[in-house]
């Protein structure tokens, strides 16, 4: 069923002199299985967005519903919804404190409550899925390279056995290697375990090679929520609310400007190449 958020606003330092309104009548489903890709502009709202998700912060105002159930509800179970809507952080080491990798992925399932064996199974299998060598798994995870960290990072969220996976900028600070492999270890869980992925990224191309959907925020509302190439296709807007879109769009637009019969609204390489090729055979 996913996750709802109906009319969703939220103030820092609510009336008092410093208020700010992050959020700002927020309407946004995400459906089982979905892809999808959050973006805007720094102060934006994302970040703010996504801690509302897994119940880090809690709405001003307005609902969240979680698989038809009101999170905001007496009684609720948060920390399993915590579990079921798992949120990976932008520095890997705001969630990385245990002395090896081992025992920092296990720290999540011992604390649903499973037995030290159960939790050691659930431990070996996520660093398995996220393809980290076992010579790694007790070493402190704070002598790892950035991508390992991040992989362990998603290890411990992995662990808890999520529905809804959250990774806020995941590939910041990475060589393009070490995006790509982390970008595609995101596509690669989301194909075998069925979880909604929300990807959080200042990266136009990555979104656009990835999801299936894109949400777009500016001044803490959502200002464009569709398919990447209508929302890449709008790229005039975008740009006035300080992003922009893939490179690949700005060429089919000048190709199409200077006569050649393409779709402009191609936004991957390989879209935009097999536009190319069908205009030199027409």
């Known amino acids: 069923m996913g996750i709802i958020l109906n009319h969703v606003s939220y103030v820092y330092s609510e009336e008092t002199s410093d208020e700010i309104r992050a959020l700002n009548d927020v309407n946004i489903k995400i459906n089982d299985g979905e892809f999808i890709g959050l973006i805007g502009h720094t102060g934006s709202g994302k970040s703010t967005l996504v801690q509302h998700l897994n119940g880090l912060l809690r709405a001003t105002s307005g609902e969240i519903y979680y698989n038809g159930t009101d999170i905001y509800e007496k ?109 595609g270890l995101i596509r690669k869980l989301r194909d075998e375990n069925n979880i909604s992925i929300l990807l959080v990224s200042h990266s136009m191309e990555d979104v656009a090679n990835y999801v299936d959907r894109i949400i777009v925020m500016s001044k803490g509302s959502v200002l464009m929520d569709d398919i990447p190439r209508e929302v890449f296709g709008r790229y005039r807007e975008l740009e006035a609310v300080g992003l922009a879109a893939p490179q690949v769009t700005y060429i089919m637009h000048a190709l199409k400007e200077k006569g050649f019969a393409v779709n402009p609204l191609a936004t991957t390489i390989e879209e935009a190449k097999d536009e190319i090729l069908k205009g030199f055979v027409r």
């Open 75 to 183: 009684d609720y179970n948060m920390k399993e919804h915590r579990s079921k809507v798992g949120l990976v952080f932008q520095y890997p080491e705001h969630q990385l404190f245990e002395v090896d990798v081992f025992t920092d992925v296990c720290f999540g399932p011992k604390n649903l409550g499973l037995t030290k064996n159960e939790a050691e199974l659930r431990a070996f299998d996520a660093l398995k899925q996220v393809g980290l060598s076992e010579e790694y798994f007790y070493q402190s995870p704070f002598d790892l390279s950035g991508g390992q960290k991040r992989r362990v990072a998603i290890a411990g969220v992995l662990a808890m056995k999520p529905e809804v996976l959250i990774l806020d900028e995941p590939t910041a600070g990475l060589d393009p290697k070490g995006r790509d492999e982390i970008l």
